[in-house]
């Protein structure tokens, strides 16, 4: 990984092998970013998607063989315990040019990954919602 910094907004360049989400949070822990925003494109195989099904109250998931253009990934950085939680969405390019998104649980570079944090001053909290199970930001600090 290579990462730049310039004021507020951080770039990271993923290379080939390396995991999207680990990459991050690796990072952002590194760098003591306990909020942001994150946004990226690039390309990735190994993935494995999901979303979350209310009914079941259980991520369904779903993993891709193959590579994939990373057409966007977007999310955030909060804490949950003092750890780094990052929460990436993502939407793929598939061969036939079909996209398929969501909840990215992991991605493996296999070209490149071009990853902007936006820091913001302060702390995200996650908490336990009781009524998903989820970790959902519940505070700002």
Do not use: Q, W
């Not at 290379?15 to 999207?20: D, F, L, M, R």
């Not at 952002?28 to 209310?54: L, P």
């Not at 939680?85 to 998104?101: E, K, M, Q, R, S």
């Amino acid at each position: 990984m290579k990462a730049f910094k310039r004021d507020n907004t951080h770039i990271l360049i993923l290379e080939v092998g390396e995991s999207v989400v680990e990459s991050v949070i690796r990072y952002c822990s590194d760098n003591e970013i306990k909020a942001a925003s994150v946004s990226g494109i690039g390309a990735v195989s190994n993935v494995t998607i999901g979303y979350f099904d209310c009914l079941s109250k259980m991520y369904k998931k779903r993993t891709l063989d193959g590579s994939f253009e990373l057409v966007n990934l977007s999310g955030n950085i909060a804490t949950k315990d003092d750890e780094i939680i990052f929460h990436p969405h993502v939407t793929l390019g598939a061969p036939g040019f079909n996209l398929i998104g969501g909840h990215l649980f992991e991605g493996t570079i296999s070209v490149t990954g071009e990853i902007f944090i936006f820091p913001v001053k302060g702390k995200l909290i996650r908490e336990r919602d009781r009524e998903t199970s989820l970790y959902l930001i519940k505070g700002f600090e």
